[in-house]
């Protein structure tokens, strides 16, 4: 049992002042501010209209803004930086939480070794799960279990799951610091999408747990942020991204796997590996062809993914 919670938790959230996203994530958090020390909001939007209302609403919170939009990434890298605690909860603008969410969620670091925890996060309409933990799949894609089925208690025992969902992931510092890549938490080259993934891929290559703990629910308006309202929810929910943010999501999966593949895992798995890729690029090319020209502009990213990889490689955490 962590005792003192309000002293070891920090929450930092990215905003891009979208809608009513922001008041509803900070109303959930002012009915349990006893369990953190410090609420931190990356302001992306550019808005000083939005900064002056959130800063006279929410008092308690602190609030920078900034002059460019930082994207998801590195808005995390800078609020985690300036952070104080030894738990660091990182949430979408678009999520609400229950009311006792941090108190529960923080039994989910029971052990020394256990470096993140993901709760159950369920859609707005509280019936339908968003995830309950992150896993690798052999397409070397992010699952969220349980994503888009209806609630029934199928994952109501806690239990280890690959990672947290990045909408709404609780960290470790020690495990944050451990898996830093120069001045990065969160790889920026990432932008969004995908970086949850190689949160949790980087933290198990070095021995780090994640665990799922079922009472610390939230909920989640999936895509509130970066999809258009008619896109919210929906099955195939890429499909209604711009073609920056889809390019940014099919680049992003190769680079994660670049720094963070083992070649005989990727041997192992080619055969679903390329199908996913047959699929993918074959709606690209029908039906996005602008995409390509996105991901060959972005193409020094992923050398710079291979360099990564080479500092990635070091002994297994004990």
Known sequence: MIDNANALVSVVIVTCGVGNYLSDCLDSLESQR?????????????NPVFFRRIKE??????IYSSKVNLYYCASLNKG????????????????????????????????????????KILRKDKKTLDSTGLFLTNYRTAKERGYALPDT?????????????G????????????????QDYLDTDLRMFYEDLDVSWR???????????????AYHARGGS???????????????????????????RYIVMLKNERFFRF?????????????????????????????????KYFARALRKRDKLIRPVRA
């Not at 006893?34 to 550019?46: G, H, P, V, W």
């Not at 609403?57 to 602190?62: D, L, M, N, T, V």
């Not at 991204?241 to 999501?249: A, E, H, I």
């Open 226 to 252: 970066c999809r258009p309202e008619s896109g919210l929810n929906k099955p195939m929910a890429a499909r209604y991204l711009n073609d920056r943010l889809f390019g940014d999501l099919i680049k992003n």
């Open 203 to 217: 933290a198990n290559k070095l021995g780090w747990k994640s665990y799922y703990v079922p009472e610390a629910v």
């Open 153 to 165: 208690g199928k994952f109501s025992e806690a239990g280890f799951v690959f990672g947290a969902s």
């Open 267 to 299: 041997i192992l798995n080619i055969v679903p590996i390329l199908l996913y890729d047959l699929c993918l690029w074959g709606y690209v090319f029908l039906f996005r062809p602008k995409v390509i020209k996105i991901i060959i502009s972005d193409r």
């Open 80 to 119: 985690i930086e300036s952070s104080g605690g030894k738990f660091i909860l990182c949430l979408n603008d678009d999520v609400s939480l229950s009311g006792d969410f941090i108190h529960n969620a923080l039994k989910g670091f029971f052990n020394d070794d256990i470096g993140m925890v993901s709760g």
């Open 57 to 62: 609403r929410y008092p308690w919170a602190q």
């Open 167 to 182: 909408c709404a992931a609780f960290y470790r510092r020690e495990m944050l610091e451990s898996i830093k890549e120069g």
């Open 34 to 46: 006893q369990d953190f020390r410090e609420a931190i909001i990356i302001d992306n939007s550019l």
